[in-house]
């Protein structure tokens, strides 16, 4: 029995539309998708019907393209309207949310498997920054994200209020876990600051994560960290935690003649390591 996890599925795109479809059963196994299923409800829906069919179990969590809808859209179906919407969608098939009580793995160890929301804040800007010259920092590059005219946060005043409310939310929830139980945390947006490095568009980390997240993995008995968003696969260790980057992305990021099978990210039991002298902070990227 394996737990998988594969993110930034992007079905929106015809490649990878296809490769989803094309994915094997894997009826003992679990499976989590950690956001970026496509930009549309309807894409979501695409893939919970093949995934469900296919695995076990699976867990969800939102990115922030699943999040997006039409500017001309009221806000009282924007930001956390349409966030409860995917849930329940999630829901009627039978699917795992943030929202949802935390799941034990059967198999070994026996970790909870800890689905996240949490945004991000513009905190992974240079120290002092402010959120609005955060975005004028990151424009002076001419690094934009469509986030800031299709994700809303209604009622929020702002996604970095959204965000604040979801990191409470969240970390009440991991707290309530039983001592002792090790924990599989799983987001869209990387935990770290250091963790969102992106060498071709360094400013668009402003869009990646909050800083308030930067302890977890050292307050709450984290097995494993599983998050997406980057398009940059890599295994990473921070203070003997192994933190799994699990990716798909757009279609010229990965490739296609392997299938999609051939990226799903073995999460639990914990894979044999690929190069000799994992140790601690030592990084693996993978460029499959």
Known sequence: MTLWAISDLH????????AVEALPAYPGDWLILGGDTGDTAAHL?????????RFARVIWVPGN?????PRHWPDTKRGVAHYERLVDQCRRAGVL???????AWPGEPRAVIAPCFTLYDYSFAPA????ADAVAWAAADQVQCADEVLLAPPPYPSRQDWCAARVDYTEARLAAIPPGRPIVCVGHFPLRADLAVLPRIPRFTIWCGTTRTAA???RFPFEVVVS???HMRSTRWRDGVRFEEVSLGYPAQWQQAKGAAAYLRQILPAPVPTVAGWGEDRTIVRHL
């Open 11 to 18: 079905v929106g795109f015809e490649a990878n539309r296809h």
């Open 228 to 230: 997406g968003h980057l």
């Open 65 to 69: 393209h699943d999040l997006w809808t």
């Open 45 to 53: 829906q695409l893939v919970l019907d093949v995934v469900t069919a």
């Open 97 to 103: 949310t943030p929202d949802d009580p935390f799941v």
């Open 128 to 131: 002092g920054m402010s959120s």
């Open 216 to 218: 977890w993995h050292t």
